[in-house]
């Protein structure tokens, strides 16, 4: 049963955060009314010449660097098809000569994913098929917008060194992370600015590769690991049954969670690459690529690293918080928290379960000051949160006079005692209970004070109080 190994190599598509286009001088924004950024060159209108976009070039750069590629003189070649979305015909395109080769990952878990090559290329329109499915075939109408013909892209090439949808996801998602930390990038899947395509064979341990499929265009790690792990299962039984995998490209539904033939290999493209008459070879200068690599912002890995080492201790929230560390700059806050005072796990508590959702970060300083807060008992637990959600409003806001104006006055022992002596008078049986051993009940009394302090009262301070009244 389980004696099949699954092949999987990937090819991810990488749109680079550059100002403008990658041969003219177009804006490059995504959402912007359609067919607003365009210019003759990127319409490929006949005559037009491409200049090649230096940034765009600098930041391919910093991705070989990153992969641990070998960055060499390269060229561009058209790569010719005829595609609506592709208005001159052909798609500019490194081919034998890419930017960037001979790369590899390492994945958290530990794994490592070779690098075939990382080179340049221009993004093409994109087709909106409307009725039917939202694929071209059944599709009513078609509506094409040029804003994103001419967008700088990188693509990524894998060796075929993953062996399940867990890794490859774990790969794409370790990748999206070092294109994001080294700027090449926003990594926004959903809005195709990072897209994959996943080519997937199975074979017994120890025999040659088996037959692959390609399956194109995967928008999100969720669909990349559901579509491999379909396709997988397809091939092996395909071959159990006596049948063989036929090489061809497919789509994968998100509905049905199956994949489907787009085109066989045997109607596949011949591209006629030839090189591209109007640009210079790329020779980027030894000296341009080391003071690239000087500038290197730090990777992932380090950053993790780093932020373990700053902590000790692995708890599953600061795993969860590694797991997004570049994403959202988390290790910046919890450094600067850790740095002003507050405890590490603390920090690393509030970031990993405050912090995870999308929107402005609050900035270090604030992050920080309600930790502090926290950590010093002038806040509970309650109202920091109550405090870091205020602050997605206010990133720079001054975490004491929130609290001030959110109503949070630390409760003094008093007030605790009074309403902790209510909540006992309340409850006599669950206090006997408690007297007589049994400890759960001490949690029913925190719950009992929490409520009728909407949460004002410092956790760790009830705890005490019902503890030293237990005779
Ligand atoms: P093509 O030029 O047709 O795209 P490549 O040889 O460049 O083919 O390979 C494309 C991708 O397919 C690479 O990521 C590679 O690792 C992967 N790949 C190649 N052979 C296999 C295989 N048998 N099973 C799974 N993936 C494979
Ligand atoms: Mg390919
Ligand atoms: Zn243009």
Redesign the pocket.
């Known amino acids: 049963m389980s004696a099949w190994e699954t092949?999987?190599?990937?090819?991810v598509h990488c749109e680079l955060k550059t100002a403008t286009k990658l041969f003219c001088g177009c804006p490059n924004m995504f959402g912007d009314e359609p067919n607003t950024n365009c210019c003759p060159v990127c319409l490929g209108l006949p005559g037009s010449l491409p200049v090649l976009n230096k940034g765009a070039v600098e930041l391919a750069i910093r991705i070989g660097l990153a992969l641990n590629c070998t960055v060499a003189p390269s060229t561009f070649h058209r790569k010719n098809y005829f595609y609506p979305d592709m208005p001159k015909d052909y798609q500019i395109s490194q081919y034998d000569q890419p930017l960037n080769a001979g790369g590899w990952i390492d994945l958290p878990e530990g794994s490592r994913v070779g690098i075939?090559r990382a080179h340049m290329e221009e993004d093409t329109g994109k087709s909106t098929h409307l009725g039917g499915t939202g694929r071209i075939h059944g599709a009513d109408s078609s509506l094409i917008d040029y804003n994103r013909s001419g967008v700088p892209l990188v693509e990524i090439?894998?060796?075929?060194d993953m062996r399940s949808g867990v890794q490859a996801r774990a790969y794409v998602a370790e990748l999206r992370a070092i294109l994001v930390a080294v700027g090449a990038t926003d990594g926004r899947m959903e809005e195709g600015s990072m897209r994959v395509d996943a080519?997937?064979?199975v074979r017994k341990p120890g025999d040659p590769?088996?037959t692959?499929c390609e399956i194109k265009n995967l928008n999100s790690l969720r669909s990349l690991q559901r579509a491999i792990e379909y396709e997988a299962a397809r091939q092996i039984d395909l071959i159990e049954a006596g049948e063989r995998v036929v090489q061809e490209t497919r789509h994968f539904d998100e509905q049905t969670g199956r994949t489907g033939t787009m085109r066989s290999k045997e109607e596949a493209t011949d591209y006629r690459y030839f090189p591209e008459p109007d640009l210079v070879p790329l020779n980027p200068s030894r000296a341009w690529i080391d003071e690239i690599r000087s500038n290197l912002a730090p990777l992932p890995k380090a950053r993790r690293e780093h932020l373990l080492a700053a902590v000790g201790e692995v708890t599953p929230a600061l795993v969860d918080l590694v797991a997004t560390v570049v994403d959202r700059d988390l290790d910046t806050l919890v450094s600067a928290a850790i740095n002003a005072g507050a405890p590490a796990q603390l920090a690393i508590a509030r970031a990993a379960n405050e912090l995870d959702a999308d929107g402005v970060l609050p900035s270090p300083a604030s992050f920080a000051g309600t930790c502090q807060l926290e950590a010093s008992g002038r806040l509970s637990a309650t109202q920091a949160k109550q405090v870091l959600a205020a602050l997605l409003d206010e990133p720079h806001g001054d975490p004491a006079a929130i609290a001030d104006r959110l109503g949070f006055v630390a409760m003094d022992d008093g007030a605790l005692d009074t309403v902790l002596d209510a909540a006992i008078a309340d409850h006599p049986s669950e206090w006997q209970r408690y007297c007589d051993g049994d400890d759960k009940l001490a949690q029913f009394f925190v719950g009992k004070v929490m409520a009728a302090t909407k949460g004002k009262a410092n956790g760790k301070a009830v705890i005490a109080a019902i503890a030293a009244r237990r005779p």
């Open positions: 092949i999987i190599g990937l090819e075939t090439v894998s060796e075929p080519n997937v064979s590769f088996g692959r």
